[in-house]
């Protein structure tokens, strides 16, 4: 509603792009390649964390369905609940933990893509995004921030057991009962997890960096300025990430609200 009546919204723009097919085809050859790396991603990580064995269409077509619950409930996760129970019911072996650690590893290493190109493109592009606006110099130190955390978090993944313990152990010690969960998890899956943590993030590099040209070619259809490469790479995948707050369906209306400020 808000879109529509603040004009964010150009039907016009919309019906330019069967004008360009050549365009269109890119764009949707790239979402489907996002929903393929995705797809291999977590059909990786939920046969790390169980004994069974999943075929790759069974995997592609939850991923679809888990999409569709995303537009169509507010947030752009919110189809992962759905996916858990879906998957739940048709692999019986699994257990429900399995799974839902299974999504919510595949979200983590989804993130991990984010931070590792936004934190590659700023440090390498600094000098040049940093004269763009005042903003800018703001977003390139956060993104250059979590890449850094990203790193660390890694470096701890593959550190000796009783130099993870330390970290474990003070974790233990906040009494909060989430984070405690969140390091038992840690304690048990962490063998799986160092397994297939680059190839997760290679695979989520390249689905986030399909989504970003996709946005582009999207953005170009549309008549909007032609987006240079460098402010797509470290700016548009914040954007992304805002899509997730449960507010509005598929995120709707909060990601448009993002992408205007960034």
């Known amino acids: 509603y808000w879109l529509t009546n603040s004009g964010k919204i150009d039907f016009a723009s919309v019906t330019q792009s069967f004008k360009r097919p050549l365009t269109c085809l890119s764009t949707i050859a790239l979402f489907l390649t996002v929903q393929f790396f995705g797809t291999i991603?977590?059909?990786l990580i939920l046969e790390a964390?169980?004994?069974?064995?999943?075929?790759?269409?069974?995997?592609?077509?939850?991923?679809?369905m888990g999409y569709f619950f995303n537009i169509a409930l507010p947030g752009s996760v919110s189809g992962d609940v759905v996916k858990i129970f879906l998957v739940k019911k048709h692999f019986q072996n699994s257990s429900l933990k399995v799974v839902a650690l299974s999504v919510l590893i595949d979200r983590i290493a989804g993130l991990f893509g984010f931070f590792t190109i936004i934190g590659l493109m700023s440090v390498f592009n600094y000098s040049h995004l940093t004269q763009l606006k005042d903003t800018a110099l703001m977003l390139i130190h956060f993104n250059i921030f979590i890449f850094?955390?990203?790193?660390?978090?890694?470096?701890?993944l593959f550190l000796p057991e009783?130099?993870?313990?330390?970290?474990?152990d003070a974790g233990k010690k906040i009494k909060i009962k989430m984070i405690q969960s969140l390091i038992e998890v840690a304690q048990n899956y962490i063998k799986p997890l160092k397994k297939?943590?680059?190839i997760t993030i290679v695979y989520s590099s390249i689905a986030q960096i399909a989504g970003v040209l996709a946005f582009t070619n999207l953005s170009s259809i549309s008549g909007t300025p032609t987006i240079p490469l460098d402010v797509a790479f470290t700016a548009i995948p914040m954007?992304?990430?805002?899509l997730a707050i449960p507010l509005a369906p598929g995120g709707f209306g909060v990601g448009h609200v993002a992408f205007e400020n960034i």
Do not use: P
């Open 49 to 64: 964390f169980s004994a069974e064995k999943f075929k790759f269409m069974d995997i592609y077509r939850y991923t679809w």
């Open 196 to 198: 297939i943590i680059f």
């Open 239 to 242: 954007g992304f990430i805002t």
């Open 162 to 168: 009783h130099f993870k313990n330390i970290f474990f």
């Open 148 to 156: 850094i955390l990203e790193i660390i978090g890694i470096i701890i």
């Open 41 to 43: 991603r977590w059909k």
